[in-house]
């Protein structure tokens, strides 16, 4: 089945700086790529998300890059403030819309990355 | 924020004693998740609903159950709490399968003893 993992675990930047957070995934079937945020305290947000017809991208400070081949990809968060400190999670599916499915599709989360941002 | 909230937020238990967690939902939202969330694993699936009265397992389903009897609301079940089920429980909710945005729910903090 699906395995994804996630690396760094922890990570800390200076205000300012960027944070670059990367996932792989071993299912070559996979073709949707969501970002979670988790405040301490609260349930994960979603921040962004890709889908395998697209490269990369974009929503302000931050951008998701895919590469199908290499089963990788990654989170950039650029400018970072200390609001961006948070666990961030990366997932992979086999997505599917509309139409019911009558066996189960898998979202696989990874283990999550504790970014903190130093002012 | 999405309209979801669980029920109870916190709960200690002892082994071997039955517990049902509540989500309920205001946003009509056809399918609804439940996860739990432990160091070092992320968020793993348990069960989840794509509409009422129907339900799958997911990655973690053994030693829970679920039942949806109305749109609103997904109930998780454990027959029998061992200390294994130690956990953060997550609900979540979407419009569509699993490839539309997840809504995610405050959260329970289960303790089992």
């Known amino acids: 089945g699906e395995n994804v993992e996630q690396h760094p675990s922890t990570l800390s930047v200076q205000e300012g700086d960027s944070a670059v957070i990367k996932c792989t995934y071993s299912?070559?079937?996979?073709?949707?790529f969501p970002w979670y945020k988790q405040e301490l305290g609260k349930g994960p947000q979603l921040i962004i998300d890709?889908?395998?017809?697209?490269g990369e991208k974009k929503d302000q400070r931050i951008a998701v890059t895919l590469n199908k081949t290499a089963k990788h990809f990654s989170l950039h968060i650029t400018e970072t403030q200390p609001e961006d400190s948070a666990v961030y999670f990366c997932?992979?599916?086999?997505?599917?819309?509309?139409?019911?499915?009558?066996?189960?599709?898998?979202?696989?989360f990874g283990p999550g990355t504790s970014l903190s941002v130093i002012p | 924020d999405a309209g979801i909230t669980q029920s109870p937020r916190h709960k200690v238990t002892e082994t071997g004693t039955p517990v049902t967690l509540r989500c309920h939902q205001t946003?009509?939202?056809?399918?609804m998740y439940w996860y739990r969330q432990d160091p070092g694993h992320g968020l793993r699936l348990i069960h989840y609903?794509?509409?009422?009265?129907?339900?799958d397992k997911g990655e973690v389903s053994d030693g829970y159950s679920v039942s949806r009897s109305k749109t609103e609301d997904f109930l998780l079940t454990l027959e029998s709490a061992t200390s294994s089920q130690t956990s953060v429980y997550f609900c979540?909710?979407?419009?569509?399968?699993?490839?539309?945005?997840?809504?995610f729910g405050p959260g329970t903090r289960l303790t089992v003893t």
């Open positions: 609903s794509y509409g009422v009265k129907d339900t």
């Open positions: 997932a992979a599916s086999e997505g599917w819309e509309g139409i019911i499915k009558t066996s189960y599709d898998k979202v696989i």
């Open positions: 946003e009509n939202h056809r399918y």
């Open positions: 890709i889908r395998s017809n697209v």
């Open positions: 979540a909710i979407s419009e569509g399968g699993m490839s539309y945005e997840q809504y």
């Open positions: 299912d070559s079937a996979s073709n949707y």
